[in-house]
């Protein structure tokens, strides 16, 4: 059983600042891709950002340069730093091992 607990999550003011943090736990065997996607309400889930187990990252158009998403493979964590936050980002975030297994989602809200 593999579990996903992400916390970092707020409210923040426009143009803002946010980290987002995940610790994945249980039967983990090896590095895997990992990533963040969200959900703005009445939306579908979408991707914010990858990272494979090298390390190579991806993200999707509306975040390049705002987003930056790293990986502490020891600690089996990975983290979303969001700066310039816009009122469209606000949304559940969730992290996701694999696109198997999925966290429980924290809140961002961004708004003045």
């Known amino acids: 059983q593999v579990q996903l607990v992400e916390s970092g999550g707020g409210l923040v003011q426009p143009g803002g600042s946010l980290r987002l943090s995940c610790v994945a736990s249980?039967?983990?065997?090896?590095?895997?891709?990992m990533g963040w996607y969200r959900q703005a309400p009445g939306k579908e889930r979408e991707l914010v950002a990858t990272?494979?187990?090298?390390?190579?990252?991806n993200y999707a158009d509306s975040v390049k340069g705002r987003f930056a998403i790293s990986r502490d493979n020891a600690k089996k964590m990975v983290f979303l730093q969001m700066n310039s936050l816009k009122p469209e980002d606000t949304a559940v975030y969730y992290c996701?091992?694999?696109?198997?297994?999925w966290g429980q989602g924290t809140q961002v809200t961004v708004s003045s």
């Open positions: 996701t091992l694999r696109n198997v297994y």
């Open positions: 249980g039967s983990i065997s090896g590095i895997y891709t």
């Open positions: 990272i494979s187990s090298a390390g190579t990252t």
